[in-house]
Every structure is written in C-alpha cells, then in structure tokens.
C-alpha cells in the first residue's frame, strides 16, 4: 500500500432506469503504468463531452491501457506520478527510461527537448493540471515553476516537463482534445 492509494479512489455516477442517481464506480484507476512510487499514468475516465454521454449506461470509461493524450473529441482524466530521479543514474540512462515509457503510453513523438529535461514533451491538447500532494516544478523551455499542493496549471498545447521534489508528487489532469 502506498501513500496515494486512498488518494486514487475513482466515484463515478450514472442514473439507474427510474433517473435516480447512483454510483457505477467506486474503486482505484481502471489501469495504470508504473508505480505509485517511481511515477506512471492512473486511469480515471474518457468520454466524449459533446453533450452525447449517457447518463443511464453504466460501462466503466476508465481506459483499459494508458495512452497519454485523449482521442479526438474526448476528455481524458487521470492521476499521475512523477518521482525525483534516482541519485547518480546517469543522463543519458533516464532519458532511454523516459523514451521507453512514453513508447509504452502512445506518446514516444511527443517527446520534444530531452536535454533540457529527460521527460520534455508538448501534447496539442488543453490540461488542467493540479498538484495534489508532494513538491514539484512545472519546466517550461526557458523557466520552471515551483508548485505545492493545491496549485492548478492550464497547460495549453506548450512543451513542458514535471520535477518532483524531495518524494513522488501526485497531480490530478484534465486533458481535453481541441476539437472539443
């Protein structure tokens, strides 16, 4: 069990066939990869958010393997992880971990400036992005941010990179595709 276990509880609702509400899940991410502790992708939901949801069907929309970017038309949440980098790794091992890991996520084109940071990348969709526990920066191309819990960031389309701090941190996301 680890720190964010009970942080990473997904309470979905839904309407039985009388247009009651009720809870059609209640549990941890649908998926994941990686490690609460080392860092990975915790799948929430993704759905369409063109009005055209159906509050009657009960089906799990937590995806079944992580992908880092939504589908078109769709909104995808989800928590993630990042870990400081382990002490000593050389750099050129952490960015062949970073590029193995997003291939593993659908996202190994995304990836932009490694030098600048082993995990750099720019997605062409709309985050909202909030920091839940633990100490990190935002690292944008020409500066970084420091964060605490609580802070929310609306990523817009830019190439960026997370650092945590000390420990994991946890962040909550809202990615939304542009054509939405």
Same mark, same amino acid.
Do not use: Y
């Given at each position: 069990?680890t ?6 509880r997904?309470?979905?609702t839904?309407?039985d ?6 809870v059609?899940?209640?549990?941890p991410p649908?998926? %994941?990869?990686?490690?609460p502790?080392?860092?990975g992708?915790?799948e929430?939901?993704? %759905?369409?958010?063109?009005? /055209?949801?159906d ?14 970017s ?12 990042i870990?400081?980098a ?7 091992m ?8 997003? /291939?593993?996520?659908?996202a ?10 082993p995990a750099?990348?720019k997605? %062409? ?6 920091l ?11 500066e970084e941010r420091?964060l605490?819990?609580?802070n929310i960031v609306i990523?817009?389309g830019?190439s960026?990179?997370?650092? /945590?701090h000390?420990?994991p /941190?946890?962040f ?9």
């Amino acid at each position: 069990m680890t720190a964010f276990d009970q942080a990473m509880r997904r309470v979905i609702t839904g309407e039985d066939a009388s247009g009651k509400s009720i809870v059609i899940v209640d549990g941890p991410p649908s998926c %994941e990869i990686g490690d609460p502790n080392l860092g990975g992708l915790f799948e929430i939901w993704h %759905e369409a958010v063109n009005g /055209a949801f159906d509050k009657r069907d009960t089906a799990d929309r937590g995806e079944t393997k992580p992908i880092l970017s939504p589908a078109a038309g769709k909104v995808k949440v989800r928590w993630f992880v990042i870990a400081p980098a382990p002490e000593g790794a050389p750099p050129e091992m952490i960015k062949q971990v970073v590029r193995e890991r997003f /291939a593993d996520f659908g996202a190994a084109h995304e990836l932009t400036d490694q030098n600048r940071h082993p995990a750099m990348h720019k997605t %062409e969709t709309l985050d909202i992005i909030c920091l839940i526990s633990g100490d990190a920066s935002l690292v944008l191309d020409n500066e970084e941010r420091r964060l605490r819990p609580g802070n929310i960031v609306i990523q817009r389309g830019t190439s960026h990179a997370w650092t /945590a701090h000390g420990g994991p /941190a946890l962040f909550l996301a809202v990615l939304i595709d542009r054509s939405c």
